[in-house]
């Protein structure tokens, strides 16, 4: 069983940047799949980012690419999304979560990842 938990969230200004970070307590960190995905209110949790356990393939949903970062530092058991360019659509609880791996790719599907934490908050002010 894998335990995660995010830090980093926080209040900003449209077009700043935040850092967010998740770690993880579990032995053989790199046997998973690390994503993002984030739930604004009312609406589903959608998957923002993930990695490969590797950290050598990434994946983006279309409305981040280009802005937001993620990496994955092993040996650390750590995870990393960073954010800039924020939108107020942005906006939203983000949680860090983790999947079996089954090969040196990741799919951004909710269903592939089985841990997850509590979330952390990003406001974004217009």
């Known amino acids: 069983q894998v335990h995660v938990a995010e830090t980093g969230g926080g209040l900003v200004q449209t077009g700043g940047s935040l850092n967010l970070s998740c770690i993880a307590s579990?032995?053989?960190?790199?046997?998973?799949?690390m994503g993002w995905f984030r739930q604004a209110p009312g609406k589903e949790r959608e998957g923002v980012a993930c990695?490969?356990?590797?950290?050598?393939?990434?994946y983006y949903t279309g409305g981040v690419k280009g802005r937001f970062t993620i990496s994955r530092d092993n040996a650390e058991n750590m995870l990393y999304l960073q954010m800039t360019s924020l939108k107020p659509e942005d906006a939203a609880a983000y949680y860090c979560?983790?999947?079996?791996?089954?090969?040196?790719?990741?799919?951004?599907?909710?269903?592939?990842?089985?841990?997850w934490g509590q979330g952390t908050e990003v406001t974004v002010s217009s």
């Open positions: 979560e983790a999947g079996l791996s089954n090969g040196e790719e990741c799919e951004l599907e909710l269903d592939r990842f089985e841990y």
């Open positions: 990695i490969s356990w590797s950290g050598r393939y990434t």
């Open positions: 579990a032995s053989g960190f790199d046997d998973y799949v």
